[in-house]
């Protein structure tokens, strides 16, 4: 209704400067009646904790549950945030400076600790401007230095109030101030507002007409200073266009409202005992509510589901807060931190982080001691398994490293013993990933054997061929059966068939065909029977010629054979053949039988 009826617009900038990240935060809620809006900038050095966002994010929380201008709940809300930064200051001591602007639309409460700032800009003046909790101030108001010289003062920075501070805070909660159309409202912290004056300020929001130019111009501002070092810097712009405007109060309806109420009281006179009865009776369900939440989450812990004792110790935790019991509250705290450690430790192992995994349960260790439910050698235990984890992924990248290096062998053995390690202590996730790179390695080191091998066969073909052009066909035979052997086992079967054709080569050349049967079986009838059929027929046809005319050795048979020829055909009587140059003899038989016969018809006649 509030809010429908007004009209705030915001906007804001917030960038790390020269540092890497940025450690100021804001935020902001705009609920129908209420709005609230934080900004803070971390004073700490913590990499991992961002002491900035818990702060608002707390106070925003806070707001939420129950939404108020009180000065006593907006001191609460600081409080619990100032409680959680020290709570989580485990390796630093986290520190946080902020400005907190709560409003119904109408009216609006502000509260800060540390130096940064609100500005309230009212027809383009400074209306007002929140004061530092810094020695420079203090020495301001004491009248040490000038008002002005509190931005440049060396002691601007060392703050005596601020969120997670040792020992209690006291932060400075404004009274109710009256909102009007047409005010801005500028949140800063000091890596900003060190770089803009006051006067930059009042002409960049006499020059803007929107919250998102006012900050740009803010920070164009600051960044034309040109320093040589720029802190975090963060401004949110909040412009009050329209305030809701409430209805002007009928004094009379009040007076009447007024005298009912006391007769409603005078009426009901122990309406005051039976809310206390009642309050009594509301705090002792909670009271039991929070004891069975922490006997729930006990037990949750001791059978190792953690995630579910920390959502009951939180509830317990709730309920400690509500019934106001602060030593309840230490101890559910302490508790779900310790469950919490086991739950991250659990999801850093799940995600592959030895690294994570190990500090949360070395943490967890740490936290569990004072507390009996908590099995701390399952805790133990869990270490020294991430102690083994851990040299599984270093014998893992070893193993990938010569996998790369091209050392097959190597690396095959470096995933072994990771696989050993790995399934002794179920390392399941490591074992998947080892027995793809594991099959990777093997593959690549059987690839390389077999061209070894290949190479090998192929020098033993060489070899052969050189065996046999020089003759020497049982060396060529050796090689080549031996190239062979290496095809068959590499499975090169192409090759194996042609190591094949090669040795059948040889084995014609080593035991080349013999001679067929049926031509020795002529030669030897040629020369037993029609040989001496024909001997005699000349013998008897030549009488007294001369007989004893003798053939040679093989070599020189066929020349003797024609002779022979020649002779019969003189008339000679050549009487025995040599057993080589079969066919030439065949042949010169035939010549000599198709010629003798006339001659040897002629004798006879």
């Not at 509260?111 to 940064?116: E, L």
């Not at 922490?294 to 309920?319: F, H, I, P």
């Not at 052969?464 to 050796?478: C, K, P, Q, V």
Request: charged residues 25%; contains cysteine; hydrophobic residues 35%.
């Amino acid at each position: 209704m509030r809010k429908e009826n007004s009209e705030f617009n915001t906007a804001f900038v917030s960038e790390a400067g020269s540092f890497l990240k940025n450690r100021d935060f804001y935020g902001c809620v705009e609920l129908e009646d209420w709005a609230c809006y934080v900004i803070a900038d971390g004073l700490d050095t913590d990499t991992e904790v961002n002491s900035a966002q818990i702060t608002v994010q707390t106070i925003l929380e806070s707001f939420l549950d129950k939404p108020t201008m009180s000065k006593r709940r907006l001191t609460e809300y600081i409080k619990i945030a100032h409680e959680w930064l020290q709570y989580e200051s485990r390796r630093v001591r986290l520190k946080a400076g902020f400005v907190i602007v709560v409003t119904d639309y109408t009216r609006m409460v502000w509260a800060s600790a540390g130096h940064t700032r609100l500005y309230h800009f009212r027809g383009n003046r400074i209306a007002l401007k929140s004061k530092d909790h810094s020695v420079a101030a203090r020495l301001a108001v004491e009248g040490q230095i000038a008002e002005d010289r509190v931005d440049q003062h060396d002691e601007r920075g060392n703050l005596n109030e601020y969120a997670g501070k040792p020992g209690m805070i006291k932060p400075y909660v404004s009274d109710k101030i009256k909102l009007a159309d047409g005010d801005v409202l500028v949140l800063c912290t000091p890596g900003l507002w060190e770089g803009v004056q006051d006067a930059e300020m009042i002409d960049a929001v006499e020059g803007a007409n929107d919250p998102q130019t006012l900050a740009d111009t803010l920070e164009e501002v600051m960044l034309s200073k040109q320093r040589a070092r720029i802190e975090n810097y963060s401004a949110a712009a909040i412009y009050v266009n329209k305030i809701f405007h409430e209805e002007p109060k009928n004094r009379k309806k009040w007076i009447k409202r007024i005298a009912i109420m006391l007769i409603m009281l005078l009426i009901f006179g122990g309406a005051g005992i039976f809310y206390a009865v009642k309050s009594a009776a509301k705090k002792a369900e909670l009271v039991v509510d929070m004891l069975q939440y922490e006997q729930n989450a006990d037990q949750y812990v001791k059978e190792q589901e953690y995630a579910k004792a920390v959502s009951d110790y939180s509830l317990a935790r709730n309920n400690s807060i509500k019934v106001k019991d602060p030593i309840h509250k230490k101890l559910f705290t302490e508790k779900m931190a310790a469950a919490q450690t086991l739950v991250d430790g659990d999801a850093h192992l799940k995600e592959g982080d030895i690294t994570k995994a190990t500090a949360s349960y070395t943490k967890a260790l740490e936290l569990t001691e004072s507390y009996s439910m908590f099995n701390r050698e399952v805790i133990s235990e869990r270490l020294e398994q991430m102690t083994t984890f851990q040299q599984v992924q270093d014998w893992i990248t070893e193993g990938d490293l010569k996998l790369q290096n091209g050392d097959y062998s190597g690396a095959i053995i470096l995933y072994k013993r990771a696989r050993t390690a790995a399934t002794e202590t179920a390392y399941k996730d490591a074992l998947k990933e080892i027995a793809t790179k594991l099959e990777t390695a093997e593959t690549k080191r059987a690839d390389i054997k077999r061209q070894s091998r290949q190479l090998q066969a192929d020098t033993l073909e060489q070899k052969g061929d050189r065996f046999n052009e020089a003759g020497d066909y049982a060396g060529a035979l050796t090689a080549y059966e031996k190239a062979q052997e290496i095809y068959q086992e590499i499975d090169m079967l192409e090759r194996v068939l042609a190591m094949e054709r090669k040795i059948n080569k040889l084995d014609e050349k080593l035991n080349p065909p013999v001679p067929a049967a049926d031509l020795n079986t002529d030669t030897a009838g040629f020369g037993s029977a029609d040989m001496s059929g024909m001997n005699t027929d000349l013998s008897s046809s030549t009488g007294g010629m001369n007989t004893n005319n003798s053939v040679g050795s093989s070599s020189s048979n066929t020349s003797n054979t024609s002779n022979t020829s020649n002779n019969t055909t003189n008339g000679d009587t050549n009487s025995s053949v040599g057993t080589g140059a079969t066919n030439a003899v065949s042949n010169n038989t035939t010549e000599i039988e198709s010629e003798e016969q006339p001659s040897t018809e002629g004798g006879d006649s």
